[in-house]
């Protein structure tokens, strides 16, 4: 019984007891009352309680952070009482938002009713919406009965990411082109492409640029299979902060927004975390990176230095492009990724300031010993609340204007 229940159920047995006492009869045909809508509310709520199915439909299946999901409920009856006063509460992970509840009112003989609702993700991962608990009520609101339907419905969260546009100087120099056989022919040339940010301007071909009205570049190489590496640093004794709001989520972030524009520019992906690879594939798409960076969670290892010594015997070869995203460095990390570094044709640092992400009260964070201006490298600083694309923007091309 219902808080409401339970007051009829009092208020019953008090008319009954004292209209029998004091020989009122109208007390106690008001106490039956009372009794007999209780009655009715235990035979309803009885009848229907075992009789009902749920379907469960989510849209999309896949979102990023921030994006509206619609949830759609369908009950059915399978009796014929038809459903009746329904209260629905949707279990879901607290990263995607408080539990919804629903109340659908009674619809007399109606077998099937829908009801839906927009959840917005807060935070990256692989959840599961889900068991349904269905709560029985009588018209009155006095009675009630509970049963839970089991299954769940799948939702992946991908990270967020900010789209940029610059890769480091060098990229498309020495390590990931190689010459074409028509190169030093006099004037001739393997192909004309579209300008991009970072090109030499002396490879302008002005005659075509100035008919089209774009810049366009002499392409005098001919690309092979560029490789990019990033560095995930996810050791969890270096990032400070908890949920959506962590120097963690911002390191995956940034990671996805990098490694999205190398998808763009067809290189090929590789993703190195403390606990080994993350992503190693010959084709990389743009989606399953996204979906490999929805489920990383924070390593329990203390560094980088083993993941970066086997990866050097299981890939070794040159990449085009490092990019290494960390709070900082320890000695023994540093050393084991300048091997790594020299052998790139460029790169990057994108420093975590994790005190930054640190609670009020919350104890700073001590330095990397490291120093990492030591690997020669541009280096990114990313404190709370800075917006990726213009930190990336401002290192990369401050770095590329000063040489």
């Not at 419905?153 to 028509?182: A, H, M, W, Y």
């Not at 992400?357 to 201006?373: M, V, W």
Request: one cysteine or more; a positive charge.
């Amino acid at each position: 019984m219902t808080t409401r229940g339970r007051t009829l159920a009092a208020l019953a047995a008090s008319m009954l007891l004292f209209g029998r006492l004091g020989g009122m009869r109208e007390l106690i045909m008001a106490g039956a009352a009372f009794a007999l809508v209780l009655g009715v509310g235990f035979v309803l709520v009885w009848a229907r309680g075992g009789r009902v199915i749920a379907r469960r439909t989510v849209h999309p299946s896949q979102t990023q952070v921030g994006g509206q999901v619609r949830v759609e409920l369908e009950v059915e009856a399978q009796g014929r009482l038809g459903l009746g006063p329904l209260l629905l509460a949707d279990r879901a992970p607290r990263a995607l938002g408080q539990s919804p509840r629903l109340a659908l009112s009674g619809g007399g003989q109606r077998q099937k009713r829908g009801i839906a609702y927009l959840i917005t993700p807060r935070m990256r991962g692989r959840y599961a919406i889900g068991p349904l608990e269905l709560t029985h009520t009588d018209p009155f609101g006095a009675v009630r009965r509970r049963r839970t339907v089991p299954g769940s419905s799948p939702l992946l969260v991908l990270p967020s990411f900010e789209d940029i546009s610059v890769l480091p100087t060098g990229v498309q120099r020495v390590g990931i082109v190689r010459n074409s056989p028509l190169v030093g022919l006099g004037d001739e040339f393997y192909a004309l492409r579209a300008y991009e940010e970072g090109d030499d301007l002396r490879k302008i071909h002005w005659p075509t640029s100035m008919r089209t009205g774009q810049l366009v570049i002499r392409q005098e190489e001919l690309l092979a299979e560029p490789r990019a590496l990033i560095v995930l640093d996810t050791t969890a004794t270096k990032h400070r902060g908890r949920g959506p709001t962590s120097s963690l989520e911002a390191a995956v972030s940034a990671c996805a927004s990098v490694g999205v524009l190398a998808a763009r520019r067809r290189m090929r992906i590789e993703v190195l975390t403390p606990d080994g690879w993350l992503l190693n594939q010959r084709v990389t798409s743009e989606n399953e990176l996204l979906q490999a960076l929805a489920v990383v969670e924070p390593s329990s290892r203390t560094d980088l230095t083993g993941a970066l010594e086997r990866a050097v015997g299981q890939r070794p070869g040159r990449p085009a492009l490092i990019v290494l995203i960390t709070p900082g460095l320890r000695r023994g990390e540093l050393r084991a990724l300048a091997g790594r570094v020299r052998a790139s044709a460029a790169g990057a640092i994108v420093l975590i300031d994790a005190s930054t992400f640190a609670p009020a009260g919350e104890r700073a964070r001590r330095p990397a010993a490291a120093d990492l201006g030591l690997l020669a490298l541009p280096i990114v600083r990313l404190r709370a609340g800075d917006g990726f694309r213009h930190a990336w923007h401002m290192g990369i091309k401050g770095v590329a204007l000063a040489r």
